[in-house]
Structures are given as structure tokens and as C-alpha cells.
């Protein structure tokens, strides 16, 4: 079974500029979530999707961060215009379709894109 | 609300030595419980988890957990540390009440070092 893919693996990038960070999730994989990792931090969820529609997206910084998953399968998280705070690596996950039981479902977790903004 | 906390930022261990992770977390509800693990430039890669049933859950790599529900803790415990055991260790929680999300939150993480 093929992992959680993500790129570009590494960005650096001057604060004001755009960034855009792509996930394919495991196939079959219903729900897709972006974390983002700080160092020495755990991940915080930015945004949840089941399908092409978003379940949570309470913690992402709305005025600058957004993201799509048009079709249900890949997604694209996109930063314009960075900051400073926002270096980190940002993770893909993916899981079996939420619901019922299903809060036991793991989490499949890609490599992660490390961005850092200068 | 649910949160994790994980109140150690590094722990030694000697290779061959038992090693314990400390994991507390605060529900309204009955929990699902999870670890997991993070090897420098890695995802997180699953361990084990506790839905329900026998209080000790083994899981992958030797490691296994003891749900405590009267101390609200979930450690992570292996027999015999070995040095690839070295890694970043997280715990995760999701909380089963009416209201509750399926989204775990993660604690902050434990950073595992083991000494040969």
C-alpha cells in the first residue's frame, strides 16, 4: 500500500511571499487533515476533510492560510502571504471515512513539508 | 474539551533498561488513546491505541501501553530499551462523549534517548 505523498519536502521562503504544499492521501482514504508541527510542539490540526468538504477548519488562520481538496482525493494547502511564525513542518494524514466507530481510525501520516520563512 | 499532556520533554534511558513514557489526558467522556512515533525527517508512524477492553495494549516494535482510567494515564512502556528505539514519542486522545471530536489532539511530545 502506497504512503501518504507530499511535497515539496523542504521551502524556504521570504515572509510576504506565497507557498502552496500538495498531499495525495492513502487510496480509498475518505478523510484528509493538515497538521501543523512547530519545533517542539505536537501537531495542531489546521483543517479536516471527509470527501470534498471541510469538517473543521476552527484552527486555521483564515486571512492567510487556505486549502482545497476539489475532487476527494489530493489537496492543497496554500500560505499567501507568510510570516515569520509560520516555519514548521506541515503533515498530511489521512484515515478510513470518519463516523460511528470510526474515531478509532488512525492516522496515516505523510513525511511533511518543512517550511521555513525567512 | 480534550487535551493530552505529556510532562516530560526528554527521557534517558540506558539500552537494555525498561523505559517508561508518561502520558496524561483530560476527557468528558471515555477516551480513545493513541501513540505514536516520529523518526527525525519522518511522519508520524502508529503504534498502538486503546479502544476498549484489557487495560494493557501491546503494540508494534515491543512497546506496550497500560490504560489507568482513576489516574487518567496512558503510558508507553517497553521491556528493554534498544538505541533505534530513539525517536520522538507522542500521545494522542480523542474523546467518545456527545460532542466529542473524532480530530485527536496531540501532546507535545517526548524525546526518547537511548544510551548504549
Known amino acids: 500500500e502506497a504512503g501518504v505523498a507530499q511535497s515539496p519536502r523542504y521551502k524556504i521562503i521570504e515572509k510576504r511571499q506565497s507557498v502552496a504544499f500538495w498531499c495525495n492521501p492513502i487510496s480509498g482514504h475518505a478523510t484528509l487533515y493538515w497538521y501543523q508541527q512547530i519545533l517542539g510542539q505536537g501537531p495542531k490540526l489546521l483543517i479536516q476533510f471527509q470527501n470534498n468538504g471541510v469538517v473543521d477548519d476552527s484552527q486555521l488562520p483564515k486571512d492567510r492560510f487556505s486549502a482545497e481538496r476539489l475532487k476527494g482525493v489530493d489537496s492543497t494547502l496554500k500560505i499567501q502571504p507568510a510570516k515569520l511564525e509560520d516555519s514548521a513542518v506541515y503533515l498530511c494524514?489521512?484515515?478510513?471515512?470518519?463516523?460511528?466507530?470510526?474515531?478509532?481510525?488512525?492516522?496515516?501520516f505523510g513525511a511533511g513539508s518543512r517550511l521555513t520563512v525567512l | 474539551a480534550q487535551s493530552v499532556a505529556q510532562p516530560e520533554d526528554q527521557v534517558n534511558v540506558a539500552e537494555g533498561n525498561p523505559l517508561t513514557v508518561k502520558c496524561t489526558y483530560s476527557?468528558?467522556?471515555?477516551?480513545?488513546l493513541f501513540w505514536y512515533v516520529q523518526y527525525p525527517n519522518r511522519g508520524l508512524q502508529f503504534l498502538l491505541k486503546?479502544?476498549?477492553?484489557?487495560?494493557l495494549v501491546k503494540g508494534s516494535y515491543g512497546f506496550e501501553a497500560e490504560f489507568n482510567k482513576s489516574q487518567t494515564s496512558f503510558h508507553l512502556k517497553k521491556p528493554s530499551a534498544l538505541v533505534s528505539d530513539s525517536a520522538l514519542y507522542f500521545c494522542?486522545?480523542?474523546?467518545?462523549?456527545?460532542?466529542?471530536?473524532?480530530?485527536?489532539?496531540f501532546g507535545r511530545g517526548t524525546s526518547l534517548i537511548v544510551h548504549p
Open positions: 486503546y479502544i476498549t477492553g484489557d487495560n
Open positions: 494524514a489521512s484515515s478510513p471515512k470518519q463516523g460511528g466507530s470510526s474515531g478509532a481510525n488512525v492516522l496515516t
Open positions: 494522542a486522545v480523542r474523546d467518545l462523549s456527545s460532542g466529542g471530536s473524532y480530530i485527536p489532539t
Open positions: 476527557v468528558s467522556g471515555n477516551p480513545y
